[in-house]
């Protein structure tokens, strides 16, 4: 059975980190496009971060998490990361993972960032 399960959220102060995990199972990992999003309270889901399969060689990142989030695989383990440095407020949301063109979705990771 195909499956996405992310873990690592909760709550950081800001300035704080975190890295979120999402391991995948029933998939053949290493060919997979993975792509993190989130959610905040009342709002859509925005597209947070994407890495190509394999070697994961190319990542892109929305604007308001560049320089700050780095999206990263490990496909012995079929897990693709999310370190979350220099968290603000508005980054408080519900994370979760894709397999990039599918509806193959994780139950999300709350983040809360507050002093």
């Known amino acids: 059975q195909e499956q996405l399960v992310e873990s690592g959220g909760g709550l950081v102060q800001p300035g704080g980190s975190l890295r979120l995990s999402c391991v995948a199972s029933?998939?053949?990992?290493?060919?997979?496009?993975m792509r993190w999003y989130r959610q905040a309270p009342g709002k859509e889901r925005d597209f947070v971060a994407y890495?190509?399969?394999?070697?994961?060689?190319?990542?892109t990142y929305a604007d308001s998490v560049k320089g700050r989030f780095t999206i990263s695989r490990d496909n012995t383990k079929n897990t693709v990361y999310l370190q979350m440095n220099s968290l603000k407020h508005e980054d408080t949301a519900v994370y979760y993972c894709?397999?990039?063109?599918?509806?193959?979705w994780g139950q999300g990771t709350q983040v809360t960032v507050s002093s």
């Open positions: 890495i190509s399969s394999g070697t994961g060689s190319t990542t």
């Open positions: 894709n397999v990039a063109g599918t509806e193959h």
């Open positions: 029933g998939f053949a990992f290493s060919i997979l496009t």
